[in-house]
């Protein structure tokens, strides 16, 4: 009798435990929280930039982006969390870059900052709504390329399957827009992925 | 066999090192030389050996019997402890997947590091009898491990060890054969029974013995130790053959079938990634044969299969076939069925609609060419 007791009890403690483990947690390895401090408007005060990635489905996941102390999103993006930049791209005009993944694809997306919101600056060749900013397998670059003291967007694709060679596009910064205005093969020392 | 890398540059590894080579040949020699301290010889105040590692394409050499994963202390590695700062060579026999290859030579920790003395990779074409000649003679030294033959997926049946041992008067050449951890035994000596050659007890200064194993497939160690100086002149394995392995693309053709996917098309996507390459890293990060994320290793992992190491060719082709069966099931009843399973592949399952028709417009371009490489248009 009391082995029987002892074996209840001990199957209850079991289920228990095992409830216990079944208790979602809201912090999981596949979500991020991230918060960076950029000044985007070049006034001396840094902007926080809080950011919330999550892969909550199977699918892409999605990527929120908090500016100081917003309790709703400042932007809400398709994809997990890449990376974020910042780059004078001229004098007085600092653009923050979002990169989030989706599939193999890093959407990046640029934006400046003015009167305390995030204004996208679209590209050229983007087909919004579809897809706004870069979609490529690796991360686009600012460079001033031609010497004039504003930086251009460079574009890289990479070929299928894979060569020492790359597509390379470059956009200017038009006050409005990336606008592409040269495209061409570029020979790589190693494979380009 | 034929002599495809050679590094002969000594030096100290600290940490890891990477050696990569390129081949297209299955059966491979690999021959690294190094040696490493024991405690007592880096300092009073230690508490480690020195050790120095070796792992090809993802492949680990452990020390048999139970703990399957450990690599420390394994007849493969050099350890400080058993070679004493002598000259140690580890013959590797092993078959490679696809064309490149990686090396990754590690020093333990502490007191990471140890001397890397040479490495030469041999393409071999085929091995039912392998007939090595190093003429390698042991550094002077107490009786330490001095060679080890790894055969990895290999049987054998027996194998000859020809000698040269030289008597003197007070401390000889000897020579232990270990096979699997097994000490081979002399009946010779009752004082020295462990060790199989002798060279005090005179039987020549040439000595050969053949030891009829008959290994079954699998990763086997055989070791010579040696006491003093004696010369390895030359190996024989006889009756040696090895699990003969699949190609990448066999390998890929299998899993698909497995999912119910169309072979051929999954070898394209692989083909489209990374030209099979399981080592093919990109500048982001998408590694191996299916060119996988980190992300998407997550999401295969929701999907019940755990990747640890996504350059193992089979673990990259099952995760990488898993995810596109799942993308395939997702986009099940459409008509572009698969062109959408490619585009949500190359550019996220959230950019591409169920319900809507494929716009190929709209798509980045991209994703525009990974689809017309794949389908051939």
Same mark, same amino acid.
């Given at each position: 009798?009391?082995?029987?007791?002892?074996?209840?009890?001990?199957?209850?403690?079991? /289920?228990?435990?095992?409830?216990?483990?079944?208790?979602?947690?809201?912090?999981?390895?596949?979500?991020?929280?991230?918060?960076?401090?950029?000044?985007?408007?070049?006034?001396?005060?840094?902007?926080?930039?809080?950011?919330?990635?999550?892969? $909550?489905?199977?699918?892409?996941? $999605?990527?929120?982006?908090?500016?100081?102390?917003?309790?709703?999103?400042?932007?809400?993006?398709?994809?997990?969390?890449?990376?974020?930049?910042?780059?004078?791209?001229?004098?007085?005009?600092?653009?923050?870059?979002?990169?989030?993944?989706?599939?193999? /694809?890093?959407?990046? $997306?640029?934006?400046?900052?003015?009167? /305390?919101?995030?204004?996208?600056?679209?590209?050229?060749? =983007?087909?919004?709504?579809?897809?706004?900013?870069?979609?490529?397998?690796?991360?686009?670059?600012?460079?001033?390329?031609?010497?004039?003291?504003?930086?251009?967007?460079?574009?890289?694709?990479?070929?299928?399957?894979?060569?020492?060679?790359?597509?390379?596009?470059?956009?200017?910064?038009?006050?409005?827009?990336?606008?592409?205005?040269?495209?061409?093969?570029?020979?790589?020392? =190693?494979?380009?992925? | 066999?034929?002599?495809?890398?050679?590094?002969?540059?000594?030096?100290?590894?600290?940490?890891?090192?990477?050696?990569?080579?390129?081949?297209?040949?299955?059966?491979?020699?690999?021959?690294?030389?190094?040696?490493?301290?024991?405690?007592?010889?880096?300092?009073?105040?230690?508490?480690?050996?020195?050790?120095?590692?070796?792992?090809?394409?993802?492949?680990?050499?452990?020390?048999?019997?139970?703990?399957?994963?450990?690599?420390?202390?394994?007849?493969?590695?050099?350890?400080?402890?058993?070679?004493?700062?002598?000259?140690?060579?580890?013959?590797?026999?092993?078959?490679?997947?696809?064309?490149?290859?990686?090396?990754?030579?590690?020093?333990?920790?502490?007191?990471?590091?140890?001397?890397?003395?040479?490495?030469?990779? *041999?393409?071999?074409?085929?091995?039912?009898?392998?007939?090595?000649?190093?003429?390698?003679?042991?550094?002077?030294?107490?009786?330490?491990?001095?060679?080890?033959?790894?055969?990895?997926?290999?049987?054998?049946?027996?194998?000859?060890?020809?000698?040269?041992?030289?008597?003197?008067?007070?401390?000889?050449?000897?020579?232990?054969?270990?096979?699997?951890?097994?000490?081979?035994?002399?009946?010779?000596?009752?004082?020295?029974?462990?060790?199989?050659?002798?060279?005090?007890?005179?039987?020549?200064?040439?000595?050969?013995?053949?030891?009829?194993?008959?290994?079954?497939?699998?990763?086997? *160690?055989?070791?010579?130790?040696?006491?003093?100086?004696?010369?390895?002149?030359?190996?024989?394995?006889?009756?040696?053959?090895?699990?003969?392995?699949?190609?990448?693309?066999?390998?890929?053709?299998?899993?698909?079938?497995?999912?119910?996917?169309?072979?051929?098309?999954?070898?394209?996507?692989?083909?489209?990634?990374?030209?099979?390459?399981?080592?093919?890293?990109?500048?982001?990060?998408?590694?191996?044969?299916?060119?996988?994320?980190?992300?998407?290793?997550?999401?295969?992992?929701?999907?019940?299969?755990?990747?640890?190491?996504? *350059?193992?060719?089979?673990?990259?082709?099952?995760?990488?076939?898993?995810?596109?069966?799942?993308?395939?099931?997702?986009?099940?009843?459409?008509?572009?069925?698969?062109?959408?399973?490619?585009?949500?592949?190359?550019?996220?399952?959230?950019?591409?609609?169920?319900?809507?028709?494929?716009?190929?417009?709209?798509?980045?371009?991209?994703?525009?060419?990974?689809?017309?490489?794949?389908?051939?248009?």
């Amino acid at each position: 009798m009391k082995k029987v007791i002892l074996v209840t009890i001990y199957l209850i403690f079991l /289920s228990l435990i095992s409830l216990t483990n079944t208790v979602p947690t809201t912090i999981t390895e596949e979500s991020i929280e991230t918060i960076r401090h950029y000044d985007l408007d070049l006034d001396g005060m840094e902007e926080l930039i809080h950011i919330r990635s999550s892969l $909550v489905t199977l699918e892409d996941g $999605v990527t929120n982006i908090f500016i100081n102390d917003q309790k709703t999103p400042e932007l809400t993006l398709k994809g997990y969390f890449e990376n974020s930049r910042v780059y004078d791209i001229k004098k007085g005009l600092r653009v923050l870059e979002i990169a989030v993944t989706t599939g193999k /694809s890093i959407n990046s $997306v640029i934006y400046k900052y003015e009167k /305390s919101k995030l204004v996208r600056i679209p590209v050229s060749t =983007e087909k919004a709504p579809s897809f706004e900013g870069v979609v490529s397998r690796n991360y686009p670059e600012f460079k001033d390329v031609d010497n004039d003291g504003v930086m251009e967007l460079v574009v890289y694709y990479r070929h299928f399957p894979f060569e020492k060679e790359r597509t390379v596009e470059l956009y200017k910064f038009n006050d409005d827009i990336f606008q592409k205005y040269l495209e061409y093969e570029e020979v790589t020392e =190693e494979v380009y992925l | 066999m034929l002599l495809i890398h050679e590094d002969k540059t000594k030096r100290v590894i600290k940490g890891k090192e990477d050696i990569k080579f390129s081949s297209s040949s299955v059966l491979h020699l690999i021959i690294l030389t190094g040696r490493a301290k024991s405690e007592k010889q880096i300092s009073k105040s230690s508490t480690d050996d020195e050790e120095l590692t070796i792992q090809i394409d993802g492949k680990i050499f452990p020390k048999l019997g139970s703990d399957s994963n450990r690599v420390l202390d394994s007849p493969a590695s050099i350890n400080g402890g058993k070679s004493h700062n002598l000259s140690k060579t580890v013959y590797i026999l092993t078959n490679l997947s696809g064309k490149e290859h990686k090396i990754v030579l590690t020093a333990d920790n502490p007191p990471g590091s140890a001397i890397f003395g040479s490495l030469q990779v *041999y393409s071999l074409d085929s091995v039912d009898t392998l007939t090595l000649e190093p003429k390698l003679q042991a550094e002077d030294g107490d009786r330490r491990e001095w060679i080890t033959f790894v055969l990895d997926k290999f049987l054998l049946n027996s194998f000859t060890v020809e000698l040269n041992l030289k008597r003197r008067f007070i401390d000889s050449d000897d020579v232990k054969v270990i096979v699997d951890g097994d000490i081979k035994k002399n009946d010779r000596s009752i004082l020295h029974k462990l060790w199989y050659f002798i060279a005090s007890i005179f039987t020549g200064e040439n000595q050969t013995e053949t030891f009829h194993v008959n290994l079954s497939i699998g990763l086997h *160690y055989i070791e010579l130790w040696a006491d003093r100086m004696p010369t390895l002149r030359r190996v024989i394995f006889t009756g040696l053959a090895f699990e003969e392995q699949d190609s990448i693309e066999d390998k890929i053709r299998k899993k698909a079938r497995e999912f119910g996917l169309d072979p051929e098309l999954m070898v394209r996507v692989a083909i489209v990634e990374s030209n099979l390459d399981p080592l093919a890293t990109s500048p982001v990060g998408a590694k191996g044969i299916f060119q996988l994320m980190d992300i998407t290793i997550e999401q295969i992992a929701k999907l019940g299969y755990k990747i640890t190491d996504p *350059y193992d060719p089979n673990q990259n082709i099952t995760g990488g076939i898993m995810y596109f069966k799942w993308l395939y099931e997702m986009y099940e009843g459409d008509k572009e069925q698969l062109e959408k399973t490619l585009a949500a592949w190359n550019w996220g399952p959230s950019n591409v609609s169920k319900n809507e028709p494929l716009d190929y417009e709209s798509l980045p371009e991209e994703t525009r060419r990974f689809i017309n490489k794949v389908l051939g248009k």
